[in-house]
């Protein structure tokens, strides 16, 4: 664990098995509590699904859990990640494109099956066919290619074959930044821009997708996750107050075999930035 790394009652980011999680709703809420989290955003990628089974067994939960989702979008030919919290979850223009998402999801996956059974690796349509989850990812389509022997390990997936320079990459054609702030807007939520250090992007293009963002009616940036660079942070810290942005934090826990991700533990936000959730 790093050294840097606190504990957090807060805990704005984190992913279920309605997408690339690993855990139901009910050992998601077990872990995080043991974590010490004590309110904790849902937020799988491009569903909403946990959400509305809390709803639909009335679950008393253990910890505060606050409506998410992280939406995959278009920042010019990149792809960028963005958190919507507070979204209402019945709000029927956001369960609409989240259903064209999880459709997009299914064909691009297939679309890398057939790419990657034209470099000779069997059985990937049939298995990413079968796959069970809301809203598919890279992640399940890493987990098929281990079990198929294709790569020892996930992270040797993504670098030869999946990743943005892998071998049967398709690149994604995911709606713009735009439109995804405006969905999450409607439907009541902030609009949050994911783990800014995660997109290989030079100042001058987090400075432009800052811009975009905030004429968009984006409200926040995470600021505090694990493995950010502390510098990276400061700047863009620096960066959020001057175009009127709040802070977001949290772990993107997916795995608790991921030894190296708690729920609630990373650096803490800049004391300087206002808190998202200030605005609750
Ligand atoms: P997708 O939204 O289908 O493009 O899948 C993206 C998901 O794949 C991310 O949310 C991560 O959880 C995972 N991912 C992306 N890049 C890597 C990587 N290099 N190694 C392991 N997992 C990755
Ligand atoms: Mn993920
Ligand atoms: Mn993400
Ligand atoms: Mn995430």
Not at 33 to 48: C, F, P, Q, Y
Not at 70 to 98: A, K, M, P, T, Y
Not at 209 to 232: K, M, T, W
């Amino acid at each position: 664990m790093n050294p840097a790394a606190h504990s957090h009652a807060i805990d704005l980011h984190c992913h279920t098995h309605y997408s690339d999680g690993s855990l139901c709703v009910d050992q998601l809420l077990s872990h995080v509590v043991e974590n010490g989290v004590k309110t904790l955003a849902i937020t799988d990628h491009d569903s909403i699904g946990a959400h509305l089974e809390i709803a639909e067994r009335a679950l008393q939960t253990p910890c505060e859990i606050i409506p998410g989702v992280e939406i995959s979008c278009q920042f010019g030919n990149r792809e960028i990640h963005v958190v919507g919290l507070q979204i209402d979850i019945n709000n029927q223009d956001l369960n609409r494109f989240l259903s064209n998402q999880q459709r997009y999801r299914r064909q691009r996956l297939s679309a890398f099956a057939e790419k990657l059974e034209a470099l000779g690796i069997d059985g990937v349509s049939e298995a990413v066919a079968g796959l069970s989850p809301e809203s598919v990812t890279r992640t399940h389509l890493s987990q098929i290619l281990v079990s198929l022997g294709a790569a020892p390990d996930s992270n040797r997936v993504f670098k030869r074959l999946i990743g943005r320079k892998g071998k049967a990459y398709v690149a994604a054609e995911w709606p713009d930044l735009q439109e995804v702030v405006e969905v999450i807007s409607k439907a009541g939520g902030h609009a949050i821009i994911a783990h800014p250090g995660r997109y290989q992007l030079a100042r001058r293009q987090l400075k432009e997708l800052i811009s975009q963002f905030v004429a968009a009616g984006g409200q926040g940036i995470e600021l505090a996750y694990p493995n950010a660079d502390p510098a990276l942070i400061r700047w863009l810290s620096e960066q959020a107050i001057a175009a009127g942005l709040h802070g977001s934090q949290g772990a993107d826990f997916h795995n608790p075999e991921w030894r190296w991700v708690k729920p609630g533990h990373f650096a803490p936000m800049p004391s300087n930035v206002q808190p998202i959730w200030e605005l609750w």
